[in-house]
């Protein structure tokens, strides 16, 4: 069992930049694919940015690509989300999600791959 903690959500002024961070409780575990979702009111969970982990591949959404970075922090189990120049569409409740180690053949978009959910941080974008 993995535990994934997420922090840094808030409200955020247009314009800003918002981090996000999340911890890991093992740091033995691998998954295939982990990341960041979010899910705003009435829509579906999206993916927003993600890390293959078996060759370090970072893939970004449409929706942020060019104002988002992801980095991961092996020797802390820290996974950051940092987007820039924040809109407010960026407003939802943001989660860390990982998958099984192996690769499920799934495009790293689709959220029924991940078997371990974050309990979410909410970003609030003001404008």
């Known amino acids: 069992q993995v535990q994934l903690v997420e922090s840094g959500g808030g409200s955020v ?3 800003e930049s918002l981090r996000l961070s999340c911890v890991a409780s093992r740091y033995d575990y691998t ?3 982990m990341g960041w979702f979010r899910q705003a009111p009435g829509k579906e969970r999206e993916g927003v940015a993600v890390i293959r982990r078996d ?3 970072i893939y970004y959404s449409d929706a942020v690509k060019g104002r988002a970075t992801l980095i991961q922090d092996r020797a802390r189990k820290n996974l950051v989300l940092e987007v820039d120049h924040v809109k407010p569409e960026d407003a939802a409740m943001y989660y860390c999600a ?3 180690p192996g690769w499920s ?3 790293w978009t689709d959220p029924d791959q991940y078997i371990y959910w974050g309990q979410g941080t909410q970003v609030t974008v003001s404008s």
Request: hydrophobic share 20%; aromatic share 14%.
């Open 13 to 15: 002024q247009a314009g």
């Open 55 to 57: 060759d370090d591949t």
């Open 105 to 107: 053949g799934r495009r």
């Open 31 to 33: 998954s295939y694919f």
């Open 98 to 100: 990982a998958t099984h």
